[in-house]
């Protein structure tokens, strides 16, 4: 009440903040269309001084923010296809265990050269290559997420659904999405933080002989690593954590405030409290004037309209547009009917287009996995018996490195999540420890470690746990924040103790958002191998006996066979585990642990 007091005495801050941040949104985008324009140039030189890093930083902010929109649209696309058809289920789910499994700097190769072979003259390609290899590091988690909430939708929700005569988009936006909304917002600020974990490689990598760099904070941070120039580190430090805390303020606090009311409970909760920039938003004077023209110019189509249609013959009749939802039912043959009387395709062509995409999906498949093979053939047995060992010492850090995080991670999120006051100053501090590419810190916590008497073999299972806890921390905090406030107002009643509260309502109700978290944490730890077994230190190369060692040597040098062979063991060993561990955990959180 005093913050809406003060802002209405004060009332230009509101509109001078918003000014702000769009004048801000408009230079970023207008400088970087002047980077997809301008002429190729795989290097760009970075400035180190503190003054260019305002640029760098928005350029970076502005990737990252294409590549979750991106991420978002093929999450409510591809996650509400796997969860709601058989069919898709049994292609998307096994394609996303592969593609999860597929580190950033798999997909570099590939995409940067082909992408600039694609833009020979600008520098477009290698603008969306760092967009695309960003998206990879955000969009499985979301996509997984997603995916899961939908299965744990109660049964007697659905039910309900079904008996009210519900269509599938009316389901999608009164029941799905609004069920889903707490834990898809908590992971898209985790997804957030996945693609800042990997900004440095997608801004400043390197491809045989060929060095590619782009204007960012990524590269401005992994120029002063490659330096050692501690002021330019420090200041790169500065700025990220500047950039988190105003996406929070201006994003992320607002959207999380805004879910809360889709929390699955029937007694009201404590209300949380209006985020600032909400409350900047409602006071805008600026944005007040914008909405009533807006209102007014709706308001005159409209007449304008009615004047129209008023002045028509009676005597025809107006064609009427073919609707694409049955008023009947919400299945998938009516929806295919829909379409049909849309397009006028009749069933044979519809059977005839599904042949021809699932067959050459096929072919592609083959021809691709025929060139792989190819391709792995040429290596010996002497190189595939060191990269299964190598696979086994990168198994047992994501392994020992998934159990510490689970160890601390699980309690300390329901323990927050459980609690609006807890969670209210809790939140900020967690996201940006969690948003903070841990990369950038890789030198500061090495220097640690070695003060400490660990070694790198030891130490770079550390560096895989500063950016994969985050990813089991979130999935508990959003299952928390999930937990109808009844059930804890039921065994508050009946005297259960802390212990037994724990065990029998808060364990068994996060378990299914664990599992994911889970999945995701290990995905993402296999990711960061390549990142944490491999690191430049004050001038020389450390590596330790680990997959993401080799992938990451073998992409610096573009030994195309051996990084095929290394990112081909490491799929079949993230599908291996998808299929017989995590996939037996899915289904025993889908069926005992239901919030039914």
Known sequence: MQRTVFIRKFSAIPDAIILMLFATLIYGLVRIGHEYRSDFHSVTKIDLSIWALPTYTLLSAIRGITAYVLSLIFTLIVGYAAARSAKAERVIIPTLDILQSIPVLGFLPGLVLGLVALFPRTNTGLELAAIIMIFTGQVWNMTFSYYASLKSIPSDFMEASTVIGLNWY???????????????????????????????????????????RLP?????????????????????????????????????????????RFRLEDVPGVAPEEPLMGLFIRESRLLRWVKLIYRRYRF?????????????????????????????????????????????????????????????????????????????????WGVWVVLIRNAFWSFMR???????????????GIWIGTNSRRLRIAQPIIQVLASFPAPMLYPLGLALLFALGINFDWGSMFLLMLGTQWYVLFNVLAGALRVPQELTYATALMDTS??????TLYIPSVFPALVTGWVTAAGGAWNATILAEFILYRGSYLQTSGLGATISMAAASQNMPVLAASLSLMVVIVI??????????????STRYRMD
């Open 170 to 212: 009316q389901r999608l936006v009164k029941l799905e999405l609004p069920f889903s909304a707490v834990n898809l917002a908590w992971n898209s600020l985790m997804s957030m933080a996945g693609g800042w974990f990997f900004l440095s490689a997608c801004e400043a990598f390197t491809l045989g002989d060929h060095d590619y």
């Open 216 to 260: 960012g904070i990524g590269s401005y941070m992994a120029i002063a690593v490659a330096e050692g120039n501690r002021r330019a580190m420090i200041a790169g430090i500065i700025a990220m954590v500047l950039l988190i805390v105003i996406m929070d303020f201006a994003i992320w606090r607002p959207l999380l405030t805004w879910v809360q």
């Open 300 to 380: 005159e189509q409209r007449e304008h309209a009615a004047v129209h249609s008023g002045s028509q013959g009676q005597g025809s009749e107006a064609l009427q547009p073919v609707s694409l939802q049955d008023p009947v039912t919400a299945s998938g043959d009516t929806i295919k009917l829909s379409l049909q009387r849309k397009w006028h395709f009749s069933p044979g062509a519809l059977r005839a287009i599904n042949f021809l995409l699932t067959w050459g999906s096929v072919v592609l498949a083959l021809y691709g996995g025929w060139r792989l093979f190819q391709m792995i053939a040429e290596l010996s």
């Open 398 to 412: 994501v392994l020992v490195s998934l159990f510490l995080s689970t160890l601390w991670a699980v309690p300390a």
């Open 498 to 503: 802390t212990w037994d509260r724990w065990w």
């Open 576 to 589: 291996l585990l998808n299929r017989t561990v995590w996939s037996r955990i899915y289904g025993l959180a």
